[in-house]
């Protein structure tokens, strides 16, 4: 059973930063793509950042271009999202999510994704 805990939310000013962690256990995550996506109230759960496991390919929203960043520990199963000059529409909860299709692509769709994190809240002050 996947299993992906998230850590690292908390209440930022506008201009900070913070780090998410995904700690991710129950499978060989080799053939996965691992991604970060945010809901904010009233609105959809939208992309945010995706990596292959195997290999590093990226895919980043556009919205978070250059002020976020995806990585992944693969000897500690973590995935990180570095999120740098935060405005306060990035409030939002973030989930880490897993997509274990095994395929070239990187989606940026929350259907291609079968596990999901409880999320983390992230609240960036004005």
């Known amino acids: 059973q996947v299993q992906l805990v998230e850590s690292g939310g908390g209440l930022v000013q506008a201009g900070g930063s913070l780090r998410l962690s995904c700690a991710a256990s129950?499978?060989?995550?080799?053939?996965?793509?691992m991604g970060w996506f945010r809901q904010a109230p009233g609105k959809e759960r939208e992309f945010v950042a995706a990596?292959?496991?195997?290999?590093?390919?990226?895919s980043i929203a556009d919205s978070v271009k250059g002020r976020f960043t995806i990585s992944r520990d693969t000897a500690k199963n973590t995935l990180y999202l570095q999120m740098n000059s935060l405005k306060p529409e990035d409030t939002a909860v973030y989930y880490c999510?897993?997509?274990?299709?095994?395929?070239?692509?990187?989606?940026?769709?929350?259907?291609?994704?079968?596990?999901w994190g409880q999320g983390t809240q992230v609240t960036v002050s004005s």
């Open positions: 999510a897993a997509d274990r299709s095994g395929g070239v692509v990187v989606h940026t769709t929350r259907w291609a994704y079968e596990y």
């Open positions: 990596i292959r496991w195997s290999g590093g390919r990226t």
């Open positions: 129950g499978r060989t995550f080799s053939s996965y793509v």
